[in-house]
């Protein structure tokens, strides 16, 4: 019988070279939201002039695509690295901050002038009864969001990442594979950071402000179909890369400076850093968003909290041309592999 306890979802990463070869999978993607099984392909029931009361007597499948998204509702810094190399930049090296200590510092700077290369995964996801297997998974958008808890209660990080991948096709679980180290994310310790540089960036603190944000990242990555033997794609391509920061703020004379600089149309650069614990005696977990952007909206009094206004603001990304950049995402956690 199907049982929704022995439902999961694990992963494999693909030789770069060959994205699309489905490969064992290696990893466990623990606390994954599970739902059901997106199709991958949709019947094109086509109406005919039969001479008859019906319609039709003809169908037709054009093309599979597996397309659909997998909602982390309390993410773990162990899960970043996959996310941020089959969506914004493969084939990184991760480096040990502090030697003998497992401390690794991953640096997702993508290039605005050629490939970043990004690596792809092969899912494996089901229950007891059945499982399935998705190849060639990318990711085209990453959401991070947080809401910091007014009453002592839970503050987790979630994120949604949407991926396509070729098809889904019945398979077998790999087995054996051990639960993953999970270091829970914490929004509430979570800082936010504004500079007038990008070479400044992550150095000025807005402190005593942050109530909530949603980074969102489109990636570019995206499905290439052209003629050939399969209804597959045939592979992928990288378009635009771009980023929006929506943040929940306290009304404070830090929130109004935003509300000026939207009114004067100033770009900055803005920084979110989730922090965790320290990794032996090394350096903290880390996630580190950066955002050269100006404010598309700031709306003061925007809500209220047990007597307190808030403002809401929206920043978004734009190319920095002193810094030859828009977005950079950099990750501090105990594992070196996706």
Sequence with gaps: MATRALSKFQYGKEVISTHGTPVAATKILAGAQIKSVAPDRTPAFIPDALGVKARSTRAEIYELLAADTLTLPAAYFQALPMLFSCGLKGGVTATETTPAQSDYAWDFTP????????????????????????????????????????????SPVSIEAEYFGRQVTPTTFT???????????????????????????????????????????ITGMHPKFMGSAAK?????????????????????????????????????????????????????????????GRP????????ESEGNNLHQVLIHGEYDTTGAAIVDVDVITNSNSI
């Design 232 to 292: 597959t794609f045939n592979t992928f391509g990288e378009g635009f890369i771009d980023a929006m920061l929506t943040l929940t703020l306290e009304g404070s004379s830090v929130a109004d400076t935003i509300f000026d600089e939207f009114q004067a149309g100033t770009a900055k650069a803005y920084s979110l850093k989730i922090n965790g614990p320290q990794i032996g005696s090394g350096v903290n977990h880390k996630l580190q968003l950066d955002l050269w």
């Design 296 to 303: 598309e909206m700031v709306e003061p009094l925007s809500e």
């Design 175 to 217: 087995g054996a594979l051990s639960l993953p180290t999970m270091t829970t994310m914490n929004a509430k310790l979570s800082r936010l950071y504004k500079d007038a540089t990008w070479a400044g960036k992550g150095t000025t603190e807005l402190t005593d402000v942050l109530r909530a944000f949603e980074f969102e990242l």
């Design 111 to 154: 290039s605005l002038t050629a490939s970043n290369t990004p690596d792809s995964i092969t899912l494996e996801m089901g229950d007891d009864v059945q499982a399935f297997e998705v190849e060639f998974v990318m990711f085209r958008r990453l959401k991070i969001s947080g809401q910091l808890a007014q009453d002592g209660g839970e």
